[in-house]
Nanobody
Framework: QVQLVESGGGLVQAGGSLRLSCVAS????????MGWYRQAPGKQRELVAG???????NYGDSVKGRFTISRGNAKNTVYVQMNSLKPEDTAVYYC??????????????WGQGTQVTVSS
């Protein structure tokens, strides 16, 4: 079993910053990709940012230049630093990972989500 624990959401004014963290734990052999998606009310879930096992990153178009994703030393933790936040960044942010378990099964896991609200 694998768990993703997210933290760092909250309320911030436009132009402010937040940092989200996600820690993966459990029966993990290797992590292929780990990152964040978000979903605003009435909208589809969209990619925010992700990082693969080689350290390559990818970002959603709407956050490029403002958000930065990074990994912790243990590589089971990812952070997304969100700067210059806008009201349209308001959403529930979900941690996501594509990994191989100790049983060598490739699986995708989602966190419970953390609310980010940006006031104007």
């Amino acid at each position: 079993q694998v768990q993703l624990v997210e933290s760092g959401g909250g309320l911030v004014q436009a132009g402010g910053s937040l940092r989200l963290s996600c820690v993966a734990s459990g029966s993990i052999f290797s992590i292929n990709w780990m990152g964040w998606y978000r979903q605003a009310p009435g909208k589809q879930r969209e990619l925010v940012a992700g990082i693969d096992s080689s350290g390559r990153t990818n970002y959603g178009d709407s956050v490029k230049g403002r958000f930065t994703i990074s990994r912790g030393n243990a590589k089971n933790t990812v952070y997304v630093q969100m700067n210059s936040l806008k009201p349209e960044d308001t959403a529930v942010y979900y941690c996501n990972t594509n990994l191989r378990t100790q049983a060598m099964a490739s699986s995708i896991y989602w966190g419970q989500g953390t609310q980010v609200t940006v006031s104007s």
